[in-house]
């Protein structure tokens, strides 16, 4: 097998066991927090709940940039690795944490530490042919987004299975695994003596220079659509089901079906979608995905069953299928030589920022005009969003430097 082929194999691995360790507690994390810690207000329960899951993504917005810059002069790998490692360290002491505040310190360590998934973006753009990077791409994205998926679902039968404590052990166990695979497996041809010998910026000056590129800032406000748009009304999904639905039979089931139902297509339509850009240009694929993706989001707030909400949010996946990936894409072919791994952290900055503000906002918008307000709101921004990427990177003749 070619060695860029290998990379990508052992990188789906490893992307798909760090979004599911990052998102397995999920389900038992309000439980958790009461069997094992003690908690019986449920006001204070969720209060710790939300905090410690935000924990997570607020670090990690403020520490990516930081790891890119050294990614970019150390090598993609050893920043890999760093993060894979040191996750799986951090997963297994949160299972021996006695305190809320324990588990929220411990979370935001592992916010701090992580940088996994940009790495191996990073990693994959580096060692791919040019002419097989969509592909490329959307495989490394399908590996996330079913890590995202099947995390919730792993960790709720693993609470039932084995209790809580043993699923961090389990889930670091496998991060270790998947951290050692990499070592082993993964290589890289990168020229450190090189990018020793290039000029050393900070990360706000490198953040200048980036945004001075108007092609990455537009792609960078993508990304943080995206996951604005997708979180800003995720928790308030099971009061609409429960509203569509009309019973409370089956509804937890149905919820999570909604919930998730995104995801899978998503997963499934990455890498045809990144298959298709090889072909056709990654700016096309960008510029359908995501006028499509804002379509979608108006008929969400108009669904009258359980059922047209579904196929809604399912079709919603496909057009998402096809974003990040082009996004990816043309971040690699836009940023300028020597600051990809930044360029790529910047961006999942961006993403984590958006998982942060989208849940705050869409739980204010729902209370002026409710949750049917915060499909079209989604819809709105993604539009505009579009009209930006148009103007700055699909109406452009000239493709880049790379090109």
Do not use: C
């Not at 305190?99 to 191996?120: C, D, K, Q, V, Y």
């Amino acid at each position: 097998m070619e060695q860029w082929k290998i990379n990508l194999l052992v990188l789906w691995i490893g992307q798909f066991l760090v979004l599911a360790g990052m998102t397995m507690i999920i389900p038992f994390l309000s439980l958790y927090l009461q069997q094992d810690f003690g908690l019986t207000d449920e006001h204070e329960i969720a209060t710790w709940a939300g905090i410690i899951f935000a924990g997570n993504f607020v670090t990690s917005f403020l520490f990516q940039p930081l790891w890119g810059k050294l990614a970019d002069r150390y090598g993609r790998k050893i920043m890999l690795l760093r993060s894979g490692f040191g996750m799986a360290a951090v997963m297994v002491l949160m299972g021996f944490a006695q305190l809320p505040w324990h588990l929220l310190a411990l979370r935001m360590l592992n916010g701090t530490i992580s940088g996994f998934s940009p790495a191996s973006v990073a990693l994959v753009s580096a060692t791919t042919p040019k002419d097989k990077m969509g592909f490329a791409m959307g495989m490394v994205q399908s590996g996330a987004i079913a890590g995202t998926i099947m995390g919730p679902f792993i960790g709720g039968l693993l609470a039932d299975a084995v209790g809580f404590r043993p699923i961090f052990y389990i889930t670091g166990t496998l991060l270790f695994l998947a951290s050692l695979s990499a070592m082993l497996l993964v290589k890289e041809n990168f020229d450190r003596a090189k990018a020793k010998a290039a000029p050393q910026i900070s990360v706000l000056q490198g953040f200048k220079e980036i945004s001075h590129i108007p092609q990455l800032t537009a792609l960078f406000a993508v990304t943080f659509m995206i996951q604005f748009a997708l979180m800003s009304p995720m928790p308030l999904i099971p009061l609409y089901v429960q509203h569509l639905h009309g019973t409370a039979e089956n509804l937890a089931f149905w919820a999570g079906f909604v919930g998730s139902v995104t995801g899978l297509s998503n997963m499934i339509a990455s890498p045809l979608l990144g298959r298709i850009s090889d072909r056709i240009g990654a700016q096309k694929v960008l510029g359908v995905s995501l006028i499509g993706a804002a379509i979608m989001f108006i008929p969400q707030a108009f669904v009258g069953e359980v059922w047209q909400l579904l196929i809604v949010r399912f079709a919603l996946g496909i057009f998402l299928g096809g974003l990040i990936p082009s996004v990816n894409a043309l971040i690699r072919r836009y940023t300028p030589d020597g600051m990809e791994s930044r360029s790529y952290s910047f961006n999942s900055s961006t993403l984590s920022l958006g998982n942060v503000v989208g849940p705050i906002v869409g739980g204010l918008i729902s209370g002026w005009i409710g949750i049917e307000g915060v499909f079209l709101v989604a819809a709105v921004l993604l539009f505009i969003n579009a009209l930006w990427v148009r103007a700055v990177v699909i109406g452009k003749k000239e493709l880049s430097p790379r090109s």
